[in-house]
């Protein structure tokens, strides 16, 4: 009866539109040769292989489906990762950064500091021009600058070009001064889309613009946007630095995870931004799907932290500090840690896509990383052995060890919080408090919408121990602020953790302009986080994408960082021969 | 007569607007107790400092008083009466999360979207519910009515997104029918068929799935109300002067068994404008109640409060429609 009645219903939408049946079938083909570009042709017999297209063939269209959409064409309103990949494709930056790690030459060929450390110069390419055919200047590079620089409504770019004072001596030279030494230039560069003076100095309120042309002189330009639907784009085929070998590139929304890897697998679409890990096993067993893991092209980690704000450091206005005095122990952390098994972690909840993570700094800044750091054996006995070392013991035997007696606390109860946005956190934090419960520490768990876990977090500080997590910034330091003693009041500091010697480690990191010294302080940073233990790292995100080998070649996969949305794929991959 | 006519639909019309000024005035009130700063709107990023949220809040308004300004001057400077005042000239303000985009233009875009999705699924099912009803109903107490009560009640209990996900899986392995989207998207139609074809291959999946879960609601309300007014009284004296019971059927039991039916749809109509959400997301149409939900998760305020005075209208004037074609249908109203 189902069936029948399904049938039914279907044969009726058909005869809504009468005689269209037919013709959806050939639609259907239609696009879909379309999808494989060049391939449909020449695949359908083996005798043509003489006529085959060389390796690299041009032409094309590359579909991609991506589960979000771009909050905004405008670079300076943009938050969502999606919108950065449109900026990447349509706009360049003084300074680019590849998938391994590394500061490389984009607009400006070469850069240089004077001694004092104070002047940076910067030489451009002279053959870049903007898509409406202007060539770009010294001037655009300054216009821009100064626009993310002062316009203080742009959530993130602000920060950036902050310190800087902006010249353009020549049409091809750009002067930066700053007032102190600064040691990350190069990451302050890699944001800085360079938009045409031309067009965007007309707006008096740059934040209201809708940028909806998005001319720039990146190697795409924008042919078709729908919000939330989806993004069309086209090859420049005046890029500077050589067009892209695909025609085009559309960009769907596809929310749902089950329909976006249907779709790859269908054909409908060749890449896929982002998948469940429980998609993995049905994607790698198609012939004509390869799946990618490695460092998200933005990293970011997972952290368990504690609440040790010192009651002299109360933030004054804000402020409740309710935290659980035992924390304040360090042998208390330590026995946390040591009870905390991040491997068995990321292959129960993540299902393995996770590298195990050990401070403020993920694996994905590459040399920034200190990878020299070894990490709290898992081991519960003697996770047990330095509580009882420490003095708790669980006198009344209910299972919970007791707290010591100068503490203003009776057992070693503590309330762990999650934000509910997480798919992962239910378990991770199941998997945790299992753990604990084991060496005579109890928790009460309990999930919190991210708006109520920053109104307990941070700067009031009413909260035990939270499992969250932070995106980073290609450097270091961003993240690494958030262990300042002057970051405790502002809210950015979540476990109110307090050392004189750190902070003067990221004072002097934030203005030595040599990088070997500078990486020794951020490492010695990390060391020092390890050692105090504010921080529990439970793992580094893992980024997982797939893509069809029969469509298109030349994704670039070979890097530590994966993001086959890049340009450095994009520019280059081709249709399959 | 007329006069008492008139009055009827000025008293409807001025209490529809009285709802409609009430609505607006909770809706605002109501996302601000939501906990959360539409400045951060969940975001957990170092680069956006206390600085850029406190100027983000002024850009928004939102450092203001929200009802009445004790502070300084004005006790109307308040974000309530700032709101107020644009939307009598019809501003409906700028979107938090998406800076520079208006409100309008993101609740014209979506509703035209869901308006596509929506209204051939609302008619397939007004269409074969209500005829599915009938047949019920004629054939009482048959194999048929107790199938076709069967198939409506599990259609009317079954989660619109599961049926959504199993009709997704169909439709793609088998079906060899769209996943997501309303069209292929850059696709060059070399005639208007390959389009209208590559239009409902994208459509199936979706209004299937809406059709089928308003469907069942459809069929058993329009078989109760029939079977109910086909044991009244003057059926039965229609049926003792030998009178066919087909037209029984059409003359007299059927326009008196379409009253409720009208209300639901009625209802409905307004409804579904929101109540696409869960199809919305399992095909990814880029809809109003998509929208709606990434507002809330973003406390998106501007964007909120439009598409909830948009929902509030559309339910509103839908009941306000019905109420007047109530007296037309039903003579017995008009005086009440």
Request: glycine content about 8%.
């Amino acid at each position: 009866m189902n069936r029948r009645a399904l049938a039914l219903l279907l044969s009726a939408v058909m005869v809504l539109s009468a005689c269209a049946a037919e013709p959806d079938t050939e639609g259907t083909t239609t696009t879909n040769s379309e999808t494989d570009g060049t391939t449909g042709t020449t695949g359908t017999t083996g005798t043509t292989d003489t006529t085959a297209p060389p390796v690299d063939a041009t032409g094309g269209t590359a579909r991609i489906a991506w589960g979000g959409s771009p909050d905004s064409l405008n670079p300076g309103n943009g938050v969502l990762a999606e919108a950065y990949t449109l900026y990447e494709l349509m706009y360049d930056t003084p300074i680019g950064l590849d998938l391994d790690g590394n500061y490389v030459p984009e607009l400006a060929t070469d850069w240089s500091v004077s001694d004092d450390g104070l002047t940076w110069t910067l030489n451009l390419v002279d053959n870049a021009v903007f898509h409406d055919g202007t060539p770009l200047t010294s001037e655009d590079v300054k216009f821009s600058m100064e626009l993310w620089r002062d316009t203080e409504d742009f959530p993130f770019l602000p920060s950036y070009p902050d310190v800087f004072t902006i010249e353009a001596p020549d049409e091809t030279t750009v002067v930066l001064t700053t007032e102190e030494p600064i040691g990350n230039f190069e990451s302050r560069l890699v944001f800085m889309y360079i938009v045409p003076k031309h067009i965007w100095e007309g707006e008096s309120d740059p934040v209201a613009f809708d940028n909806a042309e998005m001319i720039g002189t990146g190697s795409f330009t924008l042919a078709e946007h729908s919000q939330g639907e989806f993004v069309r784009l086209e090859a420049n085929a005046d890029y500077w630095a050589g067009r892209p070998n695909v025609d085009e590139v559309i960009f769907q929304t596809i929310e749902n995870p089950d329909a976006r890897v249907t779709a790859l697998r269908n054909g409908d679409v060749d890449m896929i931004t982002e998948l469940p890990n429980t998609a993995i096993p049905t994607l790698e067993s198609d012939a004509n799907v390869e799946v990618i893991s490695g460092d998200p092209l933005a990293p970011s980690l997972t952290d368990v932290f504690f609440n040790i704000v010192p009651e002299e450091l109360c933030p004054p206005e804000d402020g409740v500090c309710s935290g659980h005095p035992a924390l304040k122990d360090l042998e208390v952390r330590k026995a946390l840690a040591h009870a905390i098994d991040k491997q068995q972690l990321i292959d129960v909840a993540l299902l393995g896509l996770g590298t195990p993570g050990i401070s403020l700094t993920p694996t994905g800044l590459g040399d920034f990383f200190n990878s020299s750091l070894e990490d709290y054996a898992f081991d519960l006995e003697m996770a047990a052995g330095i509580l009882e070392d420490a003095g708790y013991v669980d006198s009344d035997g209910d299972g919970v060890r007791e707290c010591l007696a100068d503490q203003d606390c009776e057992d070693l109860t503590f309330r762990f919080n999650y934000p509910n946005d997480s798919d992962s956190a239910p378990r991770e934090t199941e998997l945790i408090s299992g753990w604990w419960s084991e060496i005579g520490v109890a928790t009460t768990v309990q999930p919190l919408d991210p708006d109520t876990l920053t109104s307990v977090c941070c700067p009031t500080f009413d909260f035990d121990v939270i499992r969250w997590g932070w995106g980073s910034d290609p450097d270091p330091g961003f993240l690494l602020g958030a262990a300042l003693c002057s970051e405790i009041d502002s809210g950015f500091s979540e476990t109110g953790y307090c050392n004189e010697d750190y902070d003067a480690l990221y004072d002097a990191q934030a203005v030595e302009t040599d990088v070997e010294a500078r990486r020794d302080m951020i490492w010695e940073m990390q060391e020092i986080l390890l050692r105090d233990l504010p921080y529990i790292i439970p793992y580094y995100d893992q980024a997982v994408q797939a893509y069809r080998a029969d469509t298109f070649t030349g994704w670039q996969t070979g890097a530590s960082k994966l993001a086959l949305e890049d340009p450095s794929s994009l520019n280059v991959i081709s249709p399959a021969g | 007569m007329a006069a008492s006519r008139r009055r009827f639909v000025t008293q409807k019309v001025v209490f529809a607007a009285l709802t409609v000024f009430a609505v607006v005035t909770f809706n605002f009130f109501l996302f601000r107790v939501l906990p959360g700063d539409p400045a951060v709107g969940g975001m957990r990023d170092p680069r956006l400092s206390p600085e850029r949220v406190e100027a983000l809040r002024e850009r928004f308004g939102v450092d203001d008083p929200v009802f009445l300004n004790f502070e300084d001057g004005n006790p109307f400077e308040s974000q309530y009466f700032a709101y107020l005042g644009a939307l009598s000239n019809g501003d409906l303000g700028t979107s938090y999360a998406f800076r520079d985009q208006q409100v309008t233009t993101l609740l014209g875009q979506s509703l035209v979207n869901t308006l596509w999705l929506i209204v051939p699924a609302q008619m397939i099912s007004i269409v074969l519910g209500v005829g599915l009803g009938l047949l019920a109903a004629y054939k009482r107490g048959t194999r048929v009515d107790v199938a076709a009560l069967t198939f409506s009640l599990i259609m009317w209990s079954l989660p619109t997104f599961f049926l959504g996900i199993i009709l997704l899986f169909v439709g793609t392995t088998w079906l060899d029918l769209s996943a997501a989207g309303r069209v292929t998207i850059g696709a060059q139609y070399t005639e208007i068929w390959d389009q209208i074809g590559d239009i409902v291959s994208h459509m199936i999946l979706p209004t299937a799935t809406l059709s089928l879960v308003l469907l069942g609601e459809y069929m058993l309300i329009m078989r109760s109300s029939l079977v109910e007014v086909l044991g009244e009284d003057y059926i039965l004296t229609a049926r003792a002067e030998g009178i066919p019971r087909r037209q029984i059927l059409r003359r007299h039991a059927f326009r008196n068994a379409m009253l409720p039916i009208v209300t639901l749809i009625a209802l409905n109509l307004g409804f579904t404008v929101s109540g696409a959400i869960q199809v919305e997301t399992v095909f990814s149409w880029p809809g109003l109640g998509h929208l709606t939900v990434d507002a809330v998760n973003q406390r998106d305020f501007p964007v909120l409060q439009g598409a909830f005075l948009l929902l509030a209208l559309s339910v509103i004037l839908a009941n306000l429609v019905v109420e007047l074609i109530y007296g037309y249908l039903d003579p017995r109203v008009k005086g009440a």
